[in-house]
């Protein structure tokens, strides 16, 4: 890693069919896999990577179009798009039956890959994940039905209406660093461009196909969920767990929708038992 973020970036790339990837690996042991989602970054796991290092070996990677990784025009970064690529990166790292966890759209990212590109996995950890439908916030479904109007709006107009969503669904108690971390990716001209990429990729389309094939997931799978989520109603980790096969719901109380940034340690103990073959305790 790099100094960059509070000691947070990553120094590897992995070229692929579609960009370069930022991403880097921490410990040994059994293989994991830590997705991301909108509209952060890989940052948000970096409390909770240290604890899962200490017995995985841990790949981390930034979203294409978010972070370190490569961002430009033309770019396809649907969650169809990602899980693809999602599939190839395990393929380039040679990663056999590893696990992965997944945050909002990484949730799905994990789930689609797993499901429609048939990646392999030996369980898929869900955190307040973006699958059961309708999902969509009203200010997503704002910037889709108004996007020429954005393109042209002054970037730092822009940035206050971007932080004004993200303060919807944060903890007041999210320090500046993450703050900061968060939001700089999507500042200015070339950063309000990259943010409204991201959101013509946001499509219910591509988590509404996974539903009916929830119960073809044939290991297990843990779903975890801020009681106090703000953007993903709770009881959708309750349908999760209904239509997912050997699934276990834990819901974290006090907790909004960036459970790794609000309760890393938490998480961290609930995933290091998961991993492990084990379970918490309620």
């Known amino acids: 890693m790099r100094d960059e973020t509070d000691g947070w970036g990553f120094d590897q790339r992995q070229r692929t069919s579609v960009g370069k990837v930022a991403y880097d690996v921490f410990g040994e042991g059994p293989l994991v896999v830590l997705v991301h989602g909108t509209p952060t970054r890989s940052y948000l796991w970096r409390n909770v990577t240290p604890t899962l290092a200490e017995r995985n070996s841990v790949y981390v990677y930034d979203l294409l179009g978010f972070g370190e990784s490569e961002r430009k025009e033309g770019q396809d970064l649907s969650i169809a798009a990602q899980a693809r690529l999602l599939d190839e990166l395990v393929d380039a790292w040679g990663l056999e039956r590893a696990a992965v966890v997944g945050h909002d759209i990484g949730g799905s990212v994990a789930l689609r890959s797993h ?70 990716q999507w500042r200015g001209e070339e950063g309000k461009l990259a943010f409204l ?70 998480l961290a103990r609930e995933l290091s038992a998961f991993l492990a073959g084990g379970e918490e305790g309620p």
Do not use: C
């Open 197 to 266: 990429r991201k959101e013509e990729g946001l499509r219910e389309r591509d988590t509404a196909e996974l539903e009916p094939r929830l119960g073809e997931v044939d290991v297990p799978v843990l779903v975890v969920w801020g009681e106090q989520d703000a953007w993903l109603h709770p009881s959708q980790a309750d349908r999760l767990g209904e239509a997912i096969p050997n699934s276990r719901v834990k819901k974290i109380p006090g907790v909004g929708h960036f459970v790794p940034e609000d309760a890393p340690e938490e």
């Open 115 to 184: 499901i429609v590109e048939r990646t392999v996995y030996s369980r898929i950890a869900l955190v307040d994940a973006v699958v059961v439908t309708p999902w969509m916030p009203e200010a997503n479904q704002h910037f889709e039905a108004h996007m020429d109007a954005y393109r042209t709006m002054p970037p730092h107009l822009f940035e206050a209406i971007v932080a004004a969503h993200f303060r919807e669904a944060m903890s007041p108690q999210m320090d500046g660093g993450a703050w900061e971390a968060y939001l700089s």
